[in-house]
């Protein structure tokens, strides 16, 4: 539980700067999705997403994506992903796609799972694919806090950091995040979490994301990790 309390900490340190700095461009959002699993064999399984993104102060229209993911189990610990995303922007704005691979490496230090997510994603700024695009590495790490084999409640924490590889290597965005997971019921879940993200890009320097995710799962129940959750 202490790394939730840390977590915790930084998230209210970095909103209490943020706050402090006049000239911050600050907003708040709010993410709301749905995601189907299908397992297609033992190795194999995918999922499909759609999310709604609401900003400026959860009054705009931001976009709506939908994402499709293939996974690859490796081994116990491993495992990869390929995936694509389209995303559908306010009139005033570009539709856009997104092209991404995962490498995700989970660790159980009881009580806790620590998960360490490598992705690479293309995103075009057109309709076009290949056109104006930007190249990032996402490194993410996160916690989750499971005491009992059968939880139902899990709390999780973490933090991702997004590089361009395009610009130098520059620090593009991170994100620190504390959220649950909920089992409603058998293969029905609940993801809830709050994001504080600085970024030095082009949109909010400052961003409060507020998320909330239903997920149903078809066919034979089976543990995987969530590489494809909304982010």
Do not use: C
């Amino acid at each position: 539980m202490r790394v939730f309390i840390i977590i915790a900490f930084f998230l209210l340190i970095g909103f209490m700067h943020s706050n402090a700095q006049s000239d911050v461009i600050r907003d708040n959002e709010i993410w709301m999705g749905i995601q189907l699993d299908k397992d297609i064999s033992k190795k194999w399984s995918t999922a499909f997403t759609v999310n709604l993104r609401r900003d400026n102060d959860f009054g705009q229209y931001k976009q709506t994506y939908y994402q499709l993911g293939l996974e690859r189990e490796i081994s116990k610990n491993i495992s990869a992903l390929l995936g694509y995303r389209f995303v559908a922007k306010s009139e005033e704005k570009n539709n856009n796609n997104r092209l991404y691979t995962d490498w995700s490496f989970e660790k159980k230090l009881k009580p806790f799972a620590v998960d360490l997510r490598i992705r690479l994603q293309y995103d075009s700024e057109t309709p076009k694919l290949f056109e104006n695009g930007e190249l990032l590495l996402r490194e993410k790490i996160g916690f989750e806090y499971k005491k009992k084999k059968k939880s139902k409640l899990i709390p999780y924490a973490g933090t991702e950091f997004f590089l361009d590889l395009l610009n130098e290597w520059d620090l593009d965005k991170y994100r620190l995040y504390v959220g649950i997971k909920y089992e409603l019921f058998k293969n029905q879940k609940i993801n809830a979490k709050y994001v504080f993200q600085e970024a030095n890009n082009k949109e909010s320097d400052q961003t409060n994301i507020f998320s909330i995710e239903y997920s149903t799962k078809i066919g034979k129940k089976k543990k995987k990790k969530d590489a494809t959750k909304v982010d």
